[in-house]
C-alpha cells in the first residue's frame, strides 16, 4: 500500500511538471489523477487525445471534428479590451490545471471515475468515425471569477470523455469583467486538445427596458445550441446536451448528471440548486421547477413569503422520501443551475427554447422546454438530488459541506436507485407569473388548440 502511494506520488509530480511546462509553452493539459485521457503534444502544435487510461480502447478513426465542419480558427483575436486581455493568462492557466491555486475555487475530491468509464466508450459497434454525443453549452455574464472552476470542471469532464465525444458552446454577452477575454483566450488551448469549440457574443440584454425577459432568455439558449439544431447531422443520434449556468461545481457532478440520464433512461436530469439569502441555504430554482403533483417544491404564500423554503415537497412524500435518501425522483420540470438532456427533439426541430403564446400561462423558458417535451412523448425528467450546487465558490464549499459531494453519495447507493416512471404528466401544473397570482392551470395549456409550439 505505502509503495503505491509512493508511486501515485512520482507520478502525480512527474504530471505537474508536465502542466508547468506546457503552460510554459502556451499549451494547456488537464490533469485528474491518473484516470484522465493523456495528451501527447508534437512541435507541430497537433494533440491526440485517448479515451481512457487504457490505449488499446482508443479509436484510432475518431475524427477531432465532425465531417465537413471546419474548426474554429486560433489566430489571436482582435475583439475585446487590451487591458482585461493581458490580464487573462493567470485565468487560462487555472482553467488548464485543477491544482492551480492563483484563484480561490470549489476544492473537487477525486471521484471513482471507473463508474463512468462507459460514457467515453462508443455507444455501439461501428466501422465509421464516431460523431460528438456530449454537447455542452452555457450563456455566460460577468462571472471572470468563476470561469477557473466552472470552464475547469467541464474541461476536466471534456478529457475524461475523450475530446472527440464532445463539444463546447458558448454564449458571452456584455461582460466588461473580463469574461470574454479569458474564454476567448482559452480557444488555442482548447483547440491543441482537440476539442471543438465555439465561442459567440451576443448584445442581447434580457434586463434592458422594454425587452421581453423570456423571450431574450430563450434566444440566448438558442444560440448556445446553433451548431447542433443547424447541423444535426455532425452529431450523434444520441447526443446529450449538458447546458449550465453561471454555477461552481466539479467535475463529477457533470459527470452523474450524464450517468443519471443514461442509467435512468431519462429524457433530462437536473441537479438541485441552492442560494444562501442568510444562514441557511434556500432551494433557488422555485419559479421553474415543478413536481409530479404539479406544485412548486415548497409554498410560496400570495405574500411571496419564503417562510416554508425549508419544507420541500410539502405535498408529496414519494419524492420528498426519495429527495432525503438522495434517490433520483421524477418531476415535470426542473433545470436547477445544471441540466443534461437529450438532443433528439431539437436536433428534429420539434421543439426549441420559447416564450410564452397568446392565451398561455407567463413562465419561463426552462418550464415551457419541459412542458414541450412532455407533448412530445419526452417526459422522463429527473432530479438527481445527490449533486448540489450554488452560484459562487464560497457558497459551494458552503454548500458541499452541508449536503455532500456527489461522490459521497453514490458510495451509499442502495438498490431502489432507479425511478418508476409516470408515463403522464400531472393534468394541472401552478402556473405563478408572480407570487400573488397563482393558479393550477392544464399542463397542456396552449399546445391543444395552437399545435405544436
Not at 466501422?127 to 475547469?152: S, T
Not at 475530446?163 to 469583467?177: A, M
Not at 448528471?257 to 434556500?282: E, S
Not at 412532455?374 to 425528467?381: A, P, R
Request: proline letters at 7%; glycine letters at 6%.
Amino acid at each position: 500500500m505505502a509503495t503505491q502511494r509512493s508511486m501515485r506520488s512520482l507520478l502525480q509530480a512527474v504530471a505537474m511538471l508536465v502542466v508547468v511546462f506546457v503552460l510554459i509553452t502556451g499549451v494547456g493539459i488537464s490533469q485528474y489523477g491518473d484516470s484522465l485521457p493523456r495528451i501527447k503534444f508534437s512541435p507541430s502544435g497537433n494533440s491526440d487525445s485517448s479515451l481512457s487510461a487504457k490505449p488499446e480502447e482508443a479509436s484510432k478513426d475518431q475524427p477531432t471534428h465532425p465531417p465537413d465542419s471546419t474548426p474554429p480558427s486560433s489566430s489571436p483575436s482582435t475583439k475585446g479590451n487590451a487591458t482585461l486581455r493581458a490580464q487573462a493568462p493567470p485565468y487560462v492557466r487555472a482553467i488548464m490545471d485543477p491544482a492551480d491555486v492563483t484563484f480561490p475555487r470549489l476544492e473537487c475530491p477525486q471521484p471513482n471515475l471507473e463508474r463512468y468509464n462507459y460514457l467515453g466508450r462508443a455507444s455501439e459497434p461501428t466501422i465509421h468515425a464516431q460523431l460528438p454525443r456530449y454537447f455542452f453549452a452555457l450563456d455566460l455574464h460577468q462571472c471572470v471569477d468563476l470561469l477557473p472552476r466552472l470552464i475547469g470542471s467541464i474541461l476536466e469532464t471534456i478529457l475524461f470523455l475523450g475530446p472527440p465525444n464532445c463539444v463546447l458552446s458558448i454564449v458571452e454577452g456584455r461582460s466588461d469583467d473580463g469574461t470574454f477575454e479569458v474564454l476567448d483566450e482559452l480557444r488555442s488551448n482548447l483547440e491543441l486538445l482537440g476539442i471543438k469549440y465555439h465561442l459567440q457574443t451576443s448584445d442581447v440584454n434580457p434586463t434592458a427596458e422594454g425587452t421581453d425577459r423570456i423571450e431574450a432568455l430563450a434566444e440566448l439558449r438558442n444560440l448556445a445550441l446553433k451548431d447542433l439544431i443547424e447541423h444535426p447531422e455532425h452529431y450523434d443520434k444520441d447526443t446529450t446536451v449538458i447546458f449550465s449556468n453561471d454555477i461552481s461545481l466539479c467535475m463529477e457532478d457533470f459527470l452523474e448528471l450524464i450517468h443519471q440520464r443514461k442509467f435512468q433512461g431519462a429524457d433530462q436530469t437536473c441537479a438541485m440548486d441552492w442560494t444562501y439569502v442568510g444562514d441557511n441555504p434556500t432551494f433557488y430554482d422555485v419559479w421553474i421547477a415543478r413536481g409530479m403533483t404539479g406544485d412548486l417544491f415548497f409554498r410560496i404564500p400570495e405574500d411571496g413569503s419564503w417562510d416554508f423554503a425549508w419544507d420541500l415537497f410539502w405535498n408529496d412524500q414519494k419524492s420528498k422520501s426519495r429527495l432525503s435518501t438522495w434517490k433520483p425522483f421524477q418531476v415535470f420540470s426542473c433545470w436547477n443551475g445544471v441540466t443534461a438532456f437529450t438532443a433528439k427533439p431539437i436536433m428534429e426541430k420539434k421543439i426549441k427554447f420559447r416564450a410564452h403564446m397568446e392565451g398561455e400561462c407567463f413562465q419561463g423558458e426552462p418550464k415551457l422546454f419541459a412542458k414541450d417535451m412532455w407533448f412530445h412523448g419526452y417526459g422522463k425528467i429527473a432530479v438527481v438530488p445527490s449533486i448540489n450546487v450554488e452560484y459562487s465558490d464560497e457558497a459551494s464549499k458552503k454548500i458541499k459541506a452541508l449536503k455532500g459531494y456527489t461522490s459521497s453519495h453514490v458510495e451509499n447507493e442502495g438498490d431502489d436507485i432507479k425511478i418508476n416512471w409516470e408515463t403522464s404528466p400531472p393534468e394541472q401544473v401552478k402556473c405563478m407569473p408572480e407570487h400573488q397570482h397563482q393558479s393550477f392551470k392544464p399542463w397542456d395549456e396552449g399546445l391543444r388548440s395552437e399545435g405544436s409550439p
